[in-house]
């Protein structure tokens, strides 16, 4: 029970709030209970000091270590917390009780921050008869390699001689009940002597929480000439909940075309029903929905090599290629390839909306992949599917949480670098910002190829500046000049200026891809090293101690 005043307060603050408020509020406390709730014995004999290193790319691991090892400090064990990325990988060989938290991203792989420990521990026969441990994965049963970075990790250090203390734990997206199940068995094991037979006993997921969007808006911002398509995608979806900086996830389907192509090809009836994860399906709905048939990756096209015993070059495919040039011998054999089939990766694009300023939508800023084969013009799988997507059509999607990209307080400046498509969390951002009235400045770094087709979102920027929501902007249009200049060309050019809001305080973020986020890395470093008059060792560790305070962070793809 709480207090008659304490209720009449939550009663105040519940009439103030919209539906979407409270059910974000439910979503708070739930969290915050079940990851408050989690009973962690204080260890009577026992270990009393063991290492929790996390591999992350948007917080979440961080954030399970980060609360364990408040859990277990209280519990009496000295924690050694850290990631990946800072680890000293020598530092394994002297490790007795070790324990990881790692993520898995991309195709299977980990993420960048754990990627020099992964690499580190795969290419070297240590030995570790010394070393007591335990992996706790997270990842998303929606990708074909689930959680592989966990497991191989998991895997490895078994070979080089460590003791597993506790089977791997592979989370999916609701990590939350495995993860305080896995760290209940992992104080058992500490608090007692170290014992293989301890079985982490799941607790019930929750499943992964879906939206229903319904496009109210879908329309191209590339003006005529462009090269590009960009799409600025509204959609209506009652009772959605994120934040600045988090991006919506989804699982495109196939064209319909490419199916019935497939099914033709084969000579099957697409009616007929088949067992797939604990469902009946018609193999027509199972192609259009659930499994991937563009692009299989080479592990596939080799499976398929050997199902029908011919030679193929181990590169990656189309499923419909595959069927014409190296037949199926019948549509018996077809339905072994759709045994092994593997299901469509989900999407994820930045959102480019702030609930604050637009309750119950999401916007996004989605660029229609394009690229050729043999000469043909090819359209991405997903951005094709969203681009073509009719006002009041509907599909389903999921929140994914980054926390590793965030706003800081109102108060502090922020420099935002984004061209293209990066340019979609800092409209969220400056939405947000925008609405909430924000004192710190506001800095846009934007770039495209041409201002006169591809500036998006022109008239909203302009109209930020005007009004002072955004301090100054700063553009780049590679091609309508001889020389290619670029964001991190502007950024040099403004650097007494960057430097000068680095040291009072601004957070720095980068949005867009990769090859773009590593340039201006780069440019950084050597502002910092021009401007702050600092050697290049300084300049790194200037840039490192940025990071580290959170005041450099990267949504890059
Ligand atoms: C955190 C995050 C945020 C993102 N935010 C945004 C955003 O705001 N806006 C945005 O537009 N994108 C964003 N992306 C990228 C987006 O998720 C997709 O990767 C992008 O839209 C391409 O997906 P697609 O399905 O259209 O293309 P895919 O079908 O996945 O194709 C991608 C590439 O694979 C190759 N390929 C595919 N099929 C074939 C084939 N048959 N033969 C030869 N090559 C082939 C081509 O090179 C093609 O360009 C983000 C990604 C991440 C991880
Ligand atoms: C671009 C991208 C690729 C991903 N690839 C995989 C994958 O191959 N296998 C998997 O199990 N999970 C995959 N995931 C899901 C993440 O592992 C999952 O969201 C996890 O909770 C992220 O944890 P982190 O925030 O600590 O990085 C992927 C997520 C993203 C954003």
Redesign the pocket.
Known sequence: MITETKFSKLKELIEDSSESELIWINGYLTGLVSSRSVVAPAPKTGVKKITLVFGTD?GNSKKIATGFAQQLKKSGIQVKLQSLDQYRVTDLLKEEYFYVIISTHGDGEPPAAAKKFYDYIHANSLSLPNLKYAVLALGDSAYPLFCKAGEDVDGRLKHLGASRQLPVEKCDTDFEATASSWLENLVKTLSASPDDSVRPVPKKSTGKKTFEGTILTNTNLNGRGSVKQ?HHIELSSTGVVYEPGD?LGLV?ENPAHRVEAILSAVAINGNKKIAYRNEELAIRNLLSKKLNI??LPERLVKKYAALVEQEIPSI???LL?LLKIYPVKDATQFEEVINFLEPI?P??????SSLVAHEDEVH????????T?NDEL?????????ANLPVSASFEFYI?K?SEFKLPSPDKDIIMIGP???I??FRSFLEERNATGSSGRNWLFYGDQHFESDFLYQTEIQNYLQIGALTRVDVAFSRDQAEKIYVQHKMTKQGSEFFSWLESGAHVYV?GAQSMAGDVERSLLQIIEDFGNKNPDAAKSYLSQLKEDGRFQK???
């Open positions: 948007t960009t991006s495109p563009t692009y990656r495919m189309d290629n990766t999407r994820l694009y930045s959102i480019a996004l800023t989605v660029v229609r992949n394009c690229f084969v090819c359209y991405g799988l997903c951005s094709d599917y969203l994914h980054n293209g498509t990066g979609a969390p949005c949504d890059v793809y």
